[in-house]
């Protein structure tokens, strides 16, 4: 999910609060901004929609999305694409675990075939 999360709680939309969230916006572009239940409640008077206009307007951030109390903004003109230092469709691959890749340097080797409840099995094939 998107960059760094900012709970705002019972003290409220302080001015160390503003600046936190135009930091990480600088920072990262893109920040998840939780309401608490002490800051929803005394704001008893204001709707959902118009703390998270107002939180908007005091950061400069743009509205990606919102779910429940959780905001989600976006420094304006910033795209992922583009301005991400991490490309996440080339992962490298060593996300994978140690287990699949000795399946595959065994599966290169031809010592890996399946049985037939398709569950990878190390060993020399009958003949």
Known sequence: MPG???RIGKEGLKQGVIDEIRK???LKGLVKVKLLR???LSNANKS???LFLEISQKTGGE?????GFVLILRRP???????????????PKRFINK???KIEKKRKNGMVYRTSAGAPQS???GK
């Open 4 to 6: 760094t999360g900012v």
């Open 24 to 26: 990480q916006l600088k």
């Open 38 to 40: 002490n800051f929803i």
């Open 48 to 50: 959902k929609k118009e």
């Open 63 to 67: 509205i990606i999305k919102s779910a």
């Open 77 to 91: 003109g910033f795209c992922m694409r583009t301005e991400s230092k991490i490309d996440f469709l080339s992962r």
């Open 99 to 101: 287990q699949t890749k």
């Open 123 to 125: 060993g020399i094939q």
